[in-house]
């Protein structure tokens, strides 16, 4: 387990979405957040209080989480004077990137030197099974979206919560690094074997009581070129009963991928439960769920009644305006 | 590189399908097939000729291949005795398992004591990229097939050779340990981290000549829920512009799915389509390839012909009446 409070680390984040690991770790446990480090030229901020090593330490954060991943993944030259520094301090460190921290000799030289932990969430730590396909007991709910780094994972855990809150039995399950921070467990599906995807979402979410939700963290878009056979995976190896669609309605194209355009709801619900029924045949679309930072208020309302309208599913964005209506739609199945 | 000619283990398979990898090289490369050897209740036969490792020796083997796969891929005490024996005659292994040889002490002890190389052919070798979905030059065709095991690398194996034969510029690409064993490079997919299936298929994939075909072997299907995200990552990654679709017609289950029924050609045809067009809207189904083994001839000319006229697609069984008729198509587009 990783030692809290953390202080957040956003090195030279180019933009907030990079620094959504951060974002999510201070929106759904706050209380393990003490403060926010960032370095020259980090476009990212939390709106926790900035803080160097040393204050940081005094507020008694025991952990530095890297809460900011670039694209590949990848430790950069600049972060790693601070991580060095912060291991000097006392402070373990816990990432969740594809270049592992016990893959940098410095780092674990002074970690062993200092005494410190390294923790790598990402790094499967278990031999997850083939997947057999056999139905389990208990239900299931997966959200999926028209694009990545959509809401998939704030919706799951909002609707978590909200099931939660009513006395609902649900789990909300990590499948990627961020929620593996939230939640101390969970399987880092981007980082699994590409044979054991399928099986590694059935090991997650296993038999349950008939009336409990596991509630699955989406990863990637069955649209994103880049990561839709991870998706794939969840669909069929998580076997759900209800698919949330996910979408951000200002995005102009598929995230990092110039010249995608992103597909339409009805593309994506068209798409997604076929593939679904596979593994589920009785597993519908219950709801919408939209993240509309980028709108107004006024704006964001009409589109959702809009979608309301036109695809007849309930649609609201969890974050701004609850969960609410997504977990009576899971209710009513 | 692994040294020519091979003896094909088929230790103890269960039935001929488990035998795959070795039935591949014996056809496609008969001339590095001198014999197999099979242990007692093996259910495969190649029709080679059957020998022991002194016999084999003899007629010029130079490794010992595993060509035969049980579920999970893991080396059985039961083989082991017979793969130590080779290495002390003087064999070389190659292996496509999960189980890596190098993985296995006692392997690696006698392999260094006696000087001879564990291949490993399914261990990824390259840091592959994450996908960028950029359209490259030259064109690609990937067979997707209805289930597991039905025939895709045949079929890609047989076009590519026929087009050779016509002068057409075709390269084999191989995602799989046999198609490695048999071409001798490729992208072991199944043991590819999930973040970069779709980058790896780009990276086997590159710019090429624009009257150049690449031949992409298929693995799993969009159908296979264990499996799916696998065939995912090539419908996207590959950005095919042609796709072949693959069937066997007596199969009564998915294979390994017990109560998973095969979807039809135009389930197949209606759900791969739609994605292949996410990542190249030039994308057609040009093809139907139908392992037709477990057919008599009059039944299975007659199933095709029926193909045909439901369909509107030119449909053959390649390895039984060759692949001509699939490559007509595909010079046509």
Redesign the interface.
């Known amino acids: 387990m990783i030692e809290t409070p953390y202080l957040l680390f956003l090195g030279d984040a180019p933009d907030q979405l990079a620094a959504k690991v951060a974002q999510g770790i201070k929106d759904w446990r706050p209380e393990n957040a003490v403060g926010q480090y960032r370095m020259d030229g980090c476009k990212a901020d939390l709106g926790l209080q900035d803080m160097d090593l040393l204050a940081a330490k005094a507020a008694g954060a025991k952990t530095l989480v890297i809460g900011v991943a670039n694209?590949?993944g990848v430790i950069s030259p600049e972060w790693k004077k601070v991580l060095v520094m912060a291991l000097e301090e006392g402070f373990d460190l816990a990432s969740g990137l594809?270049n592992l921290l016990r893959e940098e000799p410095d780092l674990v030289a002074v970690a062993e030197a200092t005494g410190r932990a390294l923790h790598d969430v990402r790094v499967p730590e278990v031999e997850y099974?083939?997947?057999?396909?056999v139905k389990r007991t208990g239900k299931r709910c997966l959200a999926v979206g028209t694009d990545c780094s959509i809401g998939k994972m704030y919706t799951a855990l909002a609707m978590d919560a909200e099931m939660r809150s009513r006395g609902m039995k649900s789990t909300f399950r990590a499948t990627g690094q961020t929620g593996i921070l939230i939640t101390g467990d969970g399987v880092p599906?981007?980082?699994?074997?590409?044979?054991f995807?399928?099986?590694s979402v059935e090991w997650l979410t296993p038999d349950n009581d008939e009336d409990h939700w596991d509630m699955i963290e989406g990863q990637g878009s069955?649209?994103h070129?880049?990561?839709?056979?991870?998706?794939?995976?969840l669909?069929?190896?998580g076997q759900p009963d209800a698919l949330i669609l996910c979408h951000e309605p200002t995005r102009t194209h598929?995230r990092?991928?110039p010249?995608?355009a992103l597909?339409t709801l009805e593309d994506l619900r068209d798409?997604a439960l076929?593939?679904a029924r596979?593994?589920n045949p009785a597993c519908q679309v219950v709801g919408i769920s939209v993240n509309t930072q980028n709108l107004a208020d006024d704006d964001a309302r009409a589109y959702l009644a809009k979608l309301e309208a036109d695809m007849g599913l309930p649609a609201t964005d969890p974050f701004r305006y609850g969960a609410g209506k997504l977990v009576d739609a899971l209710a009513a199945i």
Chains 1, 2 share one sequence.
């Open positions: 694209r590949g594809h099974p083939i997947a057999n396909g599906l981007d980082a699994v074997i590409a044979d995807m399928a099986g069955l649209f070129v880049s990561f839709s056979g991870v998706t794939m995976a669909v069929h190896g598929m990092g991928l010249g995608y597909p798409t076929p593939l596979v593994a």
